[in-house]
C-alpha cells in the first residue's frame, strides 16, 4: 500500500494541524483536566488516520480481460438504470458507483482502449447518492473506445468532494486498470455501457475498483 501524491498537501496540512493543537492542550493550557487533554489528544490522532487513510492505494491485482468491462472505482452500486447519451449515440446503460469517504478515492480505467473525448464540466455540490447528481453536480466526463465498444466513465463530485482530478487526454492510449484520475472527500462515478452488454452486478454491492466485473461485452 501507498499514499496518493493527491494527498501530499492535505496530509501535511493535517499533521500540522494536529500538531499545534496538541501543542496548545497540553503545554498551554495545562489547567485542563488530564481526560480532555487525553480526549483531544485522541480525536486528533482519529483525524489524522482518517485523512492518511483517504488517499491510501492498496496493492491490486488488476483482472485484466478484453471481455470485462471493470469496475473504475472501490464503491456501492446505487444505480443501474437504462439512459439516453450522446456519446453512447443513443440508449446505453448506466451503472453509478458511490464512494464514500471511507472508500478508496483513485478511479481505473474500466477498459483498454484511446481517450477520444475528456472535458471538465462546473456544477452543484449535491449528495453524491442522490439520482440528480449525475446530471446537477460537478462532473468530468471521460470517453474510453476500443474495438469492443464505447464506455463513458463521469467523474462527479459529492457534498463534500470539492477537487476531481482528470490525468488523461484525447488520444492517449491507455491499459486497463491504469490510474485515470482521483476525487477528493466522497463522491460518485458514472459508467456507460452499450445496451448489449451483459451487466454483472446487483443494486447495492459492492465494487472494487480494477477487480470487479461491472459487465461483458
Not at 480481460?65 to 449515440?89: F, Q, S, T, W
Amino acid at each position: 500500500m501507498k499514499i496518493h501524491n493527491e494527498g501530499s498537501v492535505t496530509i501535511s496540512i493535517a499533521l500540522v494541524s494536529v500538531i499545534i493543537i496538541c501543542f496548545f492542550t497540553f503545554l498551554i493550557c495545562p489547567l485542563l483536566h488530564i481526560w480532555i487533554q487525553w480526549v483531544v489528544l485522541a480525536c486528533s490522532f482519529v483525524f489524522l488516520v482518517f485523512i492518511i487513510s483517504f488517499f491510501r492505494i492498496p496493492n491490486k491485482d488488476i483482472i485484466k480481460n478484453n471481455n470485462y468491462i471493470l469496475a473504475p472505482a472501490d464503491g456501492r452500486i446505487v444505480v443501474i438504470e437504462k439512459i439516453e447519451n450522446e456519446h453512447m449515440k443513443g440508449t446505453c446503460k448506466q451503472i453509478s458507483i458511490f464512494m464514500s469517504p471511507l472508500n478508496v478515492h483513485n478511479n481505473l480505467a474500466p477498459i483498454e482502449g484511446e481517450v477520444t473525448y475528456t472535458q471538465y464540466f462546473p456544477g452543484k455540490f449535491l449528495v453524491a447518492s442522490l439520482p440528480k447528481s449525475s446530471t446537477d453536480n460537478e462532473h468530468w466526463t471521460t470517453v474510453f473506445k476500443s474495438p469492443k465498444g464505447t464506455v463513458v466513465c463521469k467523474q462527479i463530485a459529492g457534498f463534500l468532494a470539492r477537487r476531481i482530478c482528470n490525468y488523461l487526454h484525447t488520444n492517449e492510449l491507455v491499459h486497463q486498470g491504469s490510474e485515470f484520475g482521483f476525487i477528493k472527500f466522497g463522491s460518485r462515478v458514472d459508467v456507460l455501457i452499450p445496451e448489449v452488454a451483459v451487466v454483472k452486478i446487483q443494486m447495492n454491492q459492492k465494487v472494487t475498483g480494477g477487480m470487479t466485473v461491472l459487465a461483458t461485452w
